[in-house]
């Protein structure tokens, strides 16, 4: 039996911009009277207590959660769920009263697995990209498929590749080398022992992020994250550099259309096939046409999207998040702040390859208008120092974007560390 106490404590699993932004949004519910963060950084630790625990250490969870009587368990990043964190706590006697926000093993799948979730996108008839998979004992078959398409190749690895495990390629010799490559020489270890070969789609991204119990879904604001480390989208990928929100393009016919082509048959398809989902839905699309395509899902917020679709949530999140524990998600409405949002990554210089760690970052006591979530970001001899690739999200509100862009460009003039380094263009293409 959960607890008969309105007040919860609260776990919040994950160390970057998007934790932070989950304590800071939780942390405003008067529903939530102790929060704790694992590992947590340099941000959590001024809102929260944090312990330093890694993600999927889940022994070391279960003492934590035990030790302090958490009642909810906020999964951030996807490895604990693709690794069976929720089921894990369903298993334990002790722990199975405890929410956890965030799908079971079975449902994460559809992260954890590129061919996976074609399939569930193909059985429920959701619009996506045509492919095949392919395996180190049908590399010849690859190949003649490869001949049969026309470039860009899209290769697909199919296992979690930290972002990395996705090639787009436009010589097909060099796309069947780098199949040969993930197949037979495991170029992202097992990741790549199945890789997906996907049609080509040529269209302006943007990402949809949905709350589901499981049956009932509400829709959050889209967003729109910019990967490409430089300027003009160019470079290398990295795990986002900025986010607007919401996305100009998206029209309420659009919405419309994501929710009855995508939105509604994924909720359906989760149900008929028996996958139990307690959490974010982050829908990956390319508007082709007028048509939204789904190329990935994702069981999590994304980051840095997080940064710029949770400031504008009005509602209690915990509220919500109880609302998904208990089934009952229909309770409630969402409310949504009618500015924009957008936010600017600031980056250790050389990242998405190798960098520096452990440079001091000065200026945040000036920000004013903006507020500075940590990522990669920890506390040492009471400075703020650098601990990662992406350091820090500048979010601002505006009544547009171009305004609220402004805004993070003003307080980021303000901001230092050694090689800091950002994009200049977020928004450049809406
Ligand atoms: P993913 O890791 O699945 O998000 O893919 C990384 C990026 O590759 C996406 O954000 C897209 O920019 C691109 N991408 C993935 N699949 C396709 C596709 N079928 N057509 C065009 N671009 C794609
Ligand atoms: N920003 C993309 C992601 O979180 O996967």
């Not at 941000?43 to 035990?66: M, P, R, S, W, Y």
């Not at 929410?99 to 979730?117: D, H, N």
């Not at 909720?267 to 307690?278: A, E, H, R, V």
């Not at 903006?370 to 506390?379: C, D, E, L, Q, V």
Request: charged share 25%.
């Amino acid at each position: 039996m959960r607890k008969q106490i309105e007040n919860m404590t609260i776990l919040i699993l994950g160390s970057g911009g998007r934790e932070h932004t989950f304590a800071w949004k939780i942390a405003q519910s008067p529903l939530c009277d102790a929060l704790f963060v694992a590992p947590g950084n340099s941000g959590t630790a001024q809102i929260a207590t944090n312990v330093n625990i890694g993600v999927t250490d889940f022994e070391a969870i279960k003492n934590l959660v035990l030790e302090h009587h958490i009642d909810m368990v906020v999964v951030g990043p996807e490895d604990p769920l693709v690794q069976g964190i929720h089921d894990f706590f369903l298993n334990d006697d002790q722990l199975k009263h405890v929410a956890v926000i965030g799908p079971q093993k079975a449902a994460a799948e559809l992260e954890g697995s590129k061919e996976f979730a074609k399939e569930f996108l193909f059985r429920h008839n959701i619009p996506t990209a045509a492919y095949q998979s392919f395996n180190a004992n049908n590399v010849e078959e690859g190949y003649k498929f490869l001949e049969t398409l026309s470039p860009p190749y899209v290769l697909k690895a199919d296992g979690l590749a930290a972002g990395k495990g996705v090639l787009i390629l436009n010589d097909l010799n060099e796309a069947k080398a780098e199949l040969k490559n993930m197949l037979v020489d495991a170029k992202f270890g097992d990741a790549s022992s199945k890789v997906v070969i996907e049609e080509f789609l040529d269209g302006i991204e943007l990402s949809c992020f949905v709350l589901t119990d499981g049956k009932h879904y509400k829709i959050l604001p889209t967003a729109k994250d910019y990967k490409r480390i430089g300027e003009g989208d160019t470079g290398l990928n990295t795990g986002g550099m900025g986010a607007v929100s919401p996305v100009p393009f998206a029209t309420d016919e659009f919405l419309n259309t994501i929710e009855e082509q995508i939105v509604k048959p994924t909720i359906l398809g989760l149900q008929k096939d028996n996958l139990p989902y307690k959490g974010f839905v982050f829908i990956g699309l390319i508007k082709v046409g007028n048509n939204p395509k789904v190329i990935e899902y994702n069981v999590r917020m994304g980051d840095p999207e997080t940064e710029v679709v949770l400031p504008r949530l009005k509602n209690d999140i915990v509220e919500i998040f109880k609302a998904i524990s208990e089934n009952r998600l229909n309770d409630i409405d969402i409310d949504i702040d009618d500015r924009a949002a957008t936010t600017v990554m600031l980056v250790s210089g050389g990242y998405p390859e190798a960098y520096d760690k452990g440079k001091e970052i000065t200026g945040l006591e000036q920000i004013e208008g903006s507020i500075p979530f940590h990522a990669g970001a920890t506390i040492k001899d009471n400075k703020i120092v650098t601990s990662g690739g992406r350091v820090m999200a500048i979010t601002s509100y505006g009544n547009t974007y171009q305004e609220a862009i402004k805004k993070s460009y003003q307080n980021i003039d303000k901001l230092h560390f050694d090689k800091m380094n950002y994009r200049k263009d977020i928004g450049f293409d809406l």
